[in-house]
């Protein structure tokens, strides 16, 4: 390995106010000066990435730029930290992919910190089935449980049902024995989300807005994808005492609600950041994916792309068409 060593990335340019993807030769010289040096064999595909790629500025100020939040595979250079070279390693959130060059170029050079050891039994590509979705989706119902959810209570809602971080979720929770309720955009995903153990799928009008500030409670907790006017309808629905988890914005970042639930029923909001957590609350997740908390049909229905179909894939997340979850595999 050496400086003028040569690999692919999928990098975003930007042209006259465009910005357009495309597979481009880069040496490893061409990476930020860090501490380890990782041959990427996986990535994820997540709803960041495609605002990456598009040229959200909130996520990626300068171009050209190689997406990817998350990334799996195996150390070749490490000069600080824990790591040898061979160890087989992930990393999801902190600045990679942002402004940090990510996981769709074949190797990333990033602090020792934001590196977690591949927990023991899963390869590269099951960590990037899981990927920073699958993280959130964890941490989501993680904060529930911490809350005191429990299955008896009631049925748990899931918005955005079918995408990266819902459809995990929405796996998890059943295993946990919870009766889950997708709530989801896509009348013909509706058996997929059955399939991963919805009890029963609503559509979006399920969350429709309302002028009343409080309605008749229908979910014990929530896991919220969406936030927005969605986000705003589902603490109007929670139990007495109950709890929604909220990670996500692709309905809007604004939430217009009143103080009802919290002081009348006691509810509580509780916020999921996945990216800047310390890492051992990210490893603690991780062990749990890979133990008690495997989500198998998640695993069994992720699909695979190369960085060719990288494009049209980013492009379905903007527009709220993308479902399940997507693994980039550099073989490929
Ligand atoms: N806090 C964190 O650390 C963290 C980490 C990961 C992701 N996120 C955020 O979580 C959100 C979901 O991420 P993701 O990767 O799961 O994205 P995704 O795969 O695109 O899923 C989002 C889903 O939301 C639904 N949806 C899309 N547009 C909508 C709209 N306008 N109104 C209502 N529902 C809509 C769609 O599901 P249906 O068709 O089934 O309704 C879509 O599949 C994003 O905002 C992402 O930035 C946050």
Not at 113 to 137: E, F, K, N, Q
Not at 234 to 245: C, E, N, R, T, Y
């Amino acid at each position: 390995m050496t400086n003028d060593t040569e690999f692919k990335a999928w990098r975003v340019q930007e042209q006259d106010g465009e910005y357009i993807g495309s597979e481009q030769t880069l040496h490893v010289s061409d990476l930020p000066e860090n501490d380890v040096l990782i041959r990427v064999s996986h990535s994820s595909l997540n709803y960041k990435d495609a605002l990456s790629a598009s040229g959200n500025k909130g996520v990626t100020r300068n171009f050209p730029h190689t997406p990817g939040i998350d990334a799996a595979g195996e150390v070749v250079e490490a000069s600080a930290g824990p790591f040898s070279p061979g160890d087989k390693v992930l990393v999801t959130g902190y600045d990679l992919g942002m402004n940090t060059d990510g996981g769709f170029g074949e190797y990333i050079r990033v602090p020792a910190g934001w590196c977690v050891s591949m927990p023991r039994d899963w390869d590269a590509r099951t960590a990037m089935i899981y990927g920073t979705a699958g993280l959130t989706a964890g941490l989501c119902v993680q904060k529930l449980l911490t809350m005191g959810a429990a299955p008896e209570q009631g049925k748990v809602a899931v918005s955005g049902a079918s995408g990266a971080v819902g459809s995990v979720a929405v796996e998890l929770l059943a295993n946990l024995g919870f009766e889950v309720v997708g709530i989801s955009g896509k009348q013909d995903h509706a058996d997929a989300l059955k399939n991963l153990g919805a009890s029963e799928v609503l559509g979006r009008d399920a969350l429709a807005a309302e002028k009343k500030p409080l309605l008749k409670p229908a979910f014990a907790n929530a896991v919220d994808t969406v936030g927005g006017g969605p986000l705003a309808e589902l603490l109007k629905q929670i139990h007495p005492g109950g709890s929604v988890s909220c990670c996500g914005l692709v309905a809007g970042p604004q939430l217009e609600t009143t103080v009802l639930p919290f002081i009348l029923r006691g509810n509580n909001l509780l916020g999921v950041d996945s990216v800047e957590i310390p890492l051992a609350q990210k490893q603690a997740v991780w062990d749990k994916f890979s133990g008690d908390w495997a989500c198998k049909k998640t695993e069994a229905s992720a699909r695979d792309i190369g960085r060719g179909e990288l494009d049209s894939a980013l492009r379905a997340f903007l527009k709220g068409e993308s479902s399940g979850k997507i693994v980039l595999d550099h073989s490929m």
